[in-house]
């Protein structure tokens, strides 16, 4: 019985006999936490785990057993998230054999066979190889074939590896660019794209069903040493994937390699010697190390958050080092590199490019190469891929030059299983991106690859180079060709969930389902995804998918379009604005910034209240 369920009896309880004495209340309050806690101790058998709970019980922390085992983390289609620590709401060996044993019976119910094949990769958090271990043992328990990578690999790796080695699922041990505490399990279907529903329910129940570990052999970490059904992988991946990537190098012969000194940082992650390797496979000189970060530390000790998509200060040491070697360009991985940032030097300053900006560079790189080299494929088969919170700048592109562009629900899961299926059809899907600073070019992985990108925006700074142009410079053409597209983006941090609700249920609580004016401009349309409805369509319907997290687009009628939604992954809520502007060479793009920014901080602060919410800003 979950503690939310014991605290609703207890107040019917109450209203039924007021003379129940509070420390009745107070006994089955904890009795419940207790009896949570004792059957984790039934079947956990990791010693540290096993000494954090026994001493939470000893202290009598209420407060800490209610977070820890109070409730199950939930397994959605982000796979799971979350601290590491001990209890059913964490990440942990035991929940991690729990989703382990759960995912490999829903795909032998899937496939029809126990004789499928798992690819399992790990970053190098703490934990994260024993994590993959446990993961390894539960599959081989189960009769799969297992390849396990034997050392850290960027996530995009085990992407790229179930397509490869033709695997009915792969599971990747990482929590991305979350803080140190945290450890994640992603899981990817056999089309190689991160699972959609309704695999992340049926996944769910067969966790729900596959609690109890599967014996000793699960919880010994050499169980797949040697296991004639476990074949490690890494160098034979490493070797395919760059000759699979090397499709999307379009430089060509005649512009030279070494006229940009690049610099780069894997901000304490796996992603340095996978990115030099994907420079050496396009011909690329080294780049400039930034020594303090180049190799895995799940500490993050030089970084607050180790994220490059903070901006200028995660990039601080790598501008440092930048500026020592008269490096012009910065490429940055987060820890487990599926994202990549740029930051550029333009007239003597330090750019940081937003994920927009990369988005729209690399979709035209990639078009203006791609069809120059297939010119007998017909425009109408070529589509491009963007998330629903990410610039349109690719849409207008489209319009004028003859190809598709495909909108979808935030998260490269509806990005990469788009892809999958537009392929299947025989369409030609060259570029995916989202505004998080997260790219796919080509389908070789099917999902945002920071590793295929960091050579491919190399490739593109190179061949500006050539022209005596930087990244930006590039930017302001496309600017006048296709439109000024400015875009704004931020995020407050709240961790309460209820609050959250709250917050939401107000925005929908106006007449008609929304306000009708925000910040002195009239409301165009509203579409509300989590509903699945929009006011903007004839039918009153969202052509998105619905979803369950919070997330509503405004359209203004000044062009402005603003979406606000939660994270899935992250105690955050997010807001995204952009605003197209028709421009010509004496259009003050500063002006354009100002104006769109002042009216969605008016607009965001009707509508969320952050201050009057406790909302945390974004330092």
Same mark, same amino acid.
């Given at each position: 019985?979950?503690?939310?369920?014991?605290?609703?009896?207890?107040?019917?309880?109450?209203?039924?006999?007021?003379?129940?004495?509070?420390?009745?209340?107070?006994?089955?309050?904890?009795?419940?936490?207790?009896?949570?806690?004792?059957?984790?101790?039934?079947?956990?058998?990791?010693?540290?785990?096993?000494?954090?709970?026994?001493?939470?019980?000893?202290?009598?922390?209420?407060?800490?057993?209610?977070?820890?085992?109070?409730?199950?983390?939930?397994?959605?289609?982000?796979?799971?998230?979350?601290?590491?620590?001990?209890?059913?709401?964490?990440?942990?060996?035991?929940?991690?054999?729990?989703?382990?044993?759960?995912?490999?019976?829903?795909?032998?119910?899937?496939?029809?066979?126990?004789?499928?094949?798992?690819?399992?990769?790990?970053?190098?958090?703490?934990?994260?190889?024993?994590?993959?271990?446990?993961?390894?043992?539960?599959?081989?328990?189960?009769?799969?074939?297992?390849?396990?990578?034997?050392?850290?690999?960027?996530?995009?790796?085990?992407?790229?590896?179930?397509?490869?080695?033709?695997?009915?699922?792969?599971?990747?041990?990482?929590?991305?660019?979350?803080?140190?505490?945290?450890?994640?399990?992603?899981?990817?279907?056999?089309?190689?794209?991160?699972?959609?529903?309704?695999?992340?329910?049926?996944?769910?129940?067969?966790?729900?069903?596959?609690?109890?570990?599967?014996?000793?052999?699960?919880?010994?970490?050499?169980?797949?040493?040697?296991?004639?059904?476990?074949?490690?992988?890494?160098?034979?991946?490493?070797?395919?994937?760059?000759?699979?990537?090397?499709?999307?190098?379009?430089?060509?012969?005649?512009?030279?390699?070494?006229?940009?000194?690049?610099?780069?940082?894997?901000?304490?992650?796996?992603?340095?010697?996978?990115?030099?390797?994907?420079?050496?496979?396009?011909? !690329?000189?080294?780049?400039? #190390?930034?020594? %303090? &970060?180049?190799?895995?530390? @799940?500490? =993050?000790?030089?970084? +607050?958050?180790?994220?490059?998509?903070?901006?200028?200060?995660?990039?601080?040491?790598?501008?440092?080092?930048?500026?020592?070697?008269?490096?012009?360009?910065?490429?940055?991985?987060?820890?487990?590199?599926?994202?990549?940032?740029?930051?550029?030097?333009?007239?003597?300053?330090?750019?940081?490019?937003?994920?927009?900006?990369?988005?729209?560079?690399?979709?035209?790189?990639?078009?203006?190469?791609?069809?120059?080299?297939?010119?007998?494929?017909?425009?109408?088969?070529?589509?491009?891929?963007?998330?629903?919170?990410?610039?349109?700048?690719?849409?207008?592109?489209?319009?004028?030059?003859?190809?598709?562009?495909?909108?979808?629900?935030?998260?490269?899961?509806? !990005?990469?299983?788009?892809? #999958?299926?537009? %392929? &299947?059809?025989?369409?030609? @899907?060259? =570029?995916?991106?989202? +505004?998080?600073?997260?790219?796919?070019?080509?389908?070789?992985?099917?999902?945002?690859?920071?590793?295929?990108?960091?050579?491919?925006?190399?490739?593109?700074?190179?061949?500006?180079?050539?022209?005596?142009?930087?990244?930006?410079?590039?930017?302001?053409?496309?600017?006048?060709?296709?439109?000024?597209?400015?875009?704004?983006?931020?995020?407050?941090?709240?961790?309460?969930?209820?609050?959250?609700?709250?917050?939401?249920?107000?925005?929908?609580?106006?007449?008609?389902?929304?306000?009708?004016?925000?910040?002195?401009?009239?409301?165009?349309?509203?579409?509300?995804?989590?509903?699945?409805?929009?006011?903007?369509?004839?039918?009153?319907?969202?052509?998105?998918?619905?979803?369950?997290?919070?997330?509503?687009?405004?359209?203004?009628?000044?062009?402005?379009?603003?979406?606000?939604?939660?994270?899935?992954?992250?105690?955050?809520?997010?807001?995204?604005?952009?605003?197209?502007?028709?421009?010509?060479?004496?259009?003050?793009?500063?002006?354009?910034?100002?104006?769109?920014?002042?009216?969605?901080?008016?607009?965001?602060?009707?509508?969320?209240?952050?201050?009057?919410?406790?909302?945390?800003?974004?330092?």
């Amino acid at each position: 019985v979950k503690v939310k369920n014991i605290v609703v009896m207890v107040f019917l309880l109450i209203s039924t006999n007021n003379s129940v004495p509070l420390f009745c209340v107070v006994e089955l309050l904890i009795g419940s936490m207790t009896s949570q806690a004792e059957q984790w101790l039934s079947m956990d058998k990791y010693c540290p785990t096993v000494e954090e709970t026994k001493a939470l019980l000893a202290a009598g922390d209420t407060e800490a057993l209610e977070k820890q085992f109070g409730t199950r983390i939930a397994f959605g289609t982000a796979g799971l998230r979350g601290k590491m620590k001990a209890g059913f709401a964490c990440m942990n060996d035991l929940v991690v054999i729990q989703a382990s044993q759960g995912l490999a019976k829903y795909v032998e119910e899937k496939v029809g066979t126990q004789d499928y094949t798992v690819v399992i990769g790990y970053d190098g958090r703490h934990n994260s190889k024993r994590f993959a271990k446990r993961t390894a043992a539960c599959f081989l328990k189960a009769g799969a074939n297992v390849i396990l990578f034997n050392d850290i690999v960027p996530t995009p790796y085990v992407a790229f590896s179930v397509k490869y080695h033709k695997c009915a699922v792969g599971v990747m041990v990482t929590a991305s660019h979350n803080p140190k505490d945290d450890n994640g399990y992603k899981v990817y279907w056999g089309n190689g794209a991160q699972i959609i529903s309704p695999h992340d329910k049926g996944i769910a129940t067969s966790i729900n069903a596959n609690l109890q570990p599967w014996g000793d052999d699960v919880w010994d970490e050499s169980f797949s040493d040697g296991h004639e059904k476990c074949k490690c992988t890494r160098d034979e991946v490493t070797k395919a994937y760059n000759e699979a990537v090397i499709s999307s190098s379009y430089l060509a012969n005649n512009i030279p390699r070494d006229s940009i000194t690049f610099t780069y940082t894997a901000m304490h992650g796996v992603g340095w010697e996978f990115c030099q390797k994907s420079f050496d496979a396009f011909g !690329l000189p080294r780049f400039v #190390d930034v020594k %303090e &970060q180049v190799h895995p530390d @799940p500490e =993050f000790p030089t970084v +607050e958050y180790p994220n490059p998509e903070e901006g200028k200060g995660a990039l601080k040491l790598a501008m440092e080092t930048a500026d020592a070697a008269n490096s012009t360009v910065i490429l940055a991985n987060d820890p487990d590199a599926d994202r990549l940032a740029v930051a550029c030097k333009h007239e003597g300053e330090w750019i940081v490019l937003k994920g927009n900006e990369i988005g729209s560079l690399l979709a035209w790189w990639v078009f203006k190469n791609w069809t120059e080299k297939n010119p007998s494929v017909p425009k109408e088969s070529i589509y491009m891929l963007a998330s629903a919170v990410s610039s349109k700048m690719i849409g207008t592109m489209a319009k004028e030059e003859g190809f598709n562009f495909v909108e979808t629900l935030t998260g490269f899961k509806w !990005l990469g299983n788009r892809e #999958d299926d537009l %392929e &299947q059809e025989g369409m030609h @899907p060259l =570029f995916a991106f989202e +505004e998080a600073i997260g790219f796919c070019v080509g389908t070789n992985v099917i999902d945002k690859d920071g590793v295929s990108a960091c050579a491919v925006v190399a490739e593109l700074c190179l061949s500006l180079a050539h022209e005596g142009k930087t990244l930006i410079d590039c930017l302001n053409d496309l600017y006048l060709k296709y439109g000024y597209h400015c875009s704004y983006q931020s995020y407050f941090i709240c961790t309460d969930k209820e609050l959250i609700d709250t917050i939401f249920k107000r925005i929908r609580s106006f007449e008609g389902g929304a306000p009708s004016t925000v910040a002195g401009v009239a409301v165009k349309s509203v579409r509300d995804v989590t509903r699945g409805t929009d006011t903007g369509t004839s039918d009153g319907k969202c052509a998105l998918p619905q979803q369950s997290s919070h997330m509503i687009t405004f359209t203004f009628e000044n062009d402005c379009v603003l979406t606000l939604r939660t994270s899935g992954t992250e105690p955050k809520v997010k807001f995204y604005s952009e605003i197209k502007s028709d421009v010509d060479s004496r259009t003050d793009f500063g002006r354009v910034d100002k104006t769109l920014t002042t009216f969605v901080d008016e607009a965001v602060n009707f509508l969320l209240r952050p201050q009057e919410n406790g909302l945390i800003p974004k330092k």
